[in-house]
Every structure is written in structure tokens, then in C-alpha cells.
């Protein structure tokens, strides 16, 4: 009989996994990349999906796989910038807010591909205002 490593009786709680793939010595290669990481992100199934009408995360039981999260430095010639993507997507905004690089308002979630989804991306709206 094998022990399952997610024992809700263990002392030892799993968050998070990172996969590190596609770290070919060769990075202008890209035909030695075995997956196509801009496919699998979008494609890759979870049991937390989130729930655009009601702005809520629709949950599974535990074990599940509950958040991806893809984040890609790209380089360009004076620099660089990072894009992100999460899904289910982070959230709820906090009240009298809204996101100043995805433009959502509370209590929607960012968007999936918004590149700051954090507290310091937050504005006040003209309610949050008064
Ligand atoms: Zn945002």
C-alpha cells in the first residue's frame, strides 16, 4: 500500500509546484522546446475555474490543481519587460478600486493576462474617493 504525499492528517502543506521545462542550453533554438508553453497555458485543465457572471472561483475538493500561473520575461533591445498569466485570474480587486494596467474594477478579478496583478496596480475610484 502506498502513502499519498497529500495527507490532510500530514504536517507538511503543498502550495505549489514548479515545473521548470523547456530550459534548453540552446535558447535561440526554439525547435529543441518540447512543449509550446503559450498552448499549454491556455489549454492545461484545472479544477478552479473561475466564474465570470458571479465574479467568483468555482472550487473543487482537495487534492486539485487550483492556480496556474506563467510568467515570461521577453528581452528587447533597450531592456525588457514581463507579461503574466493566471488563471483562474487573481482577485477580487478590493472595494473602491480598480487595476491601472488591466483597467477591471472591484469586485471583478484582474484579467487572466493582466501584467501587474497586485495591491500596488490599485487605484481609487471616484467612490472610493468620497
Ligand atoms: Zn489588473
Do not use: W
Amino acid at each position: 500500500m502506498s502513502d499519498s504525499i497529500i495527507d490532510s492528517n500530514s504536517i507538511i502543506n503543498i502550495y505549489g509546484i514548479n515545473y521548470f521545462i523547456n530550459k534548453s542550453p540552446d535558447t535561440s533554438r526554439i525547435d529543441l522546446h518540447v512543449l509550446d508553453l503559450n498552448i499549454l497555458k491556455e489549454e492545461l485543465k484545472l479544477d478552479y475555474n473561475y466564474d465570470e457572471d458571479n465574479s467568483t472561483i468555482q472550487k473543487s475538493q482537495q487534492p486539485a490543481f487550483t492556480q496556474l500561473t506563467y510568467n515570461v520575461r521577453e528581452t528587447i533591445t533597450n531592456g525588457g519587460y514581463s507579461t503574466s498569466y493566471n488563471r483562474p485570474p487573481i482577485g477580487p480587486i478590493e472595494n473602491y478600486c480598480y487595476c491601472s494596467y488591466c483597467n477591471n474594477i472591484s469586485p471583478s478579478f484582474h484579467t487572466e493576462t493582466c501584467p501587474f496583478p497586485e495591491s500596488k496596480s490599485l487605484n481609487l475610484t471616484i467612490e472610493g474617493i468620497y
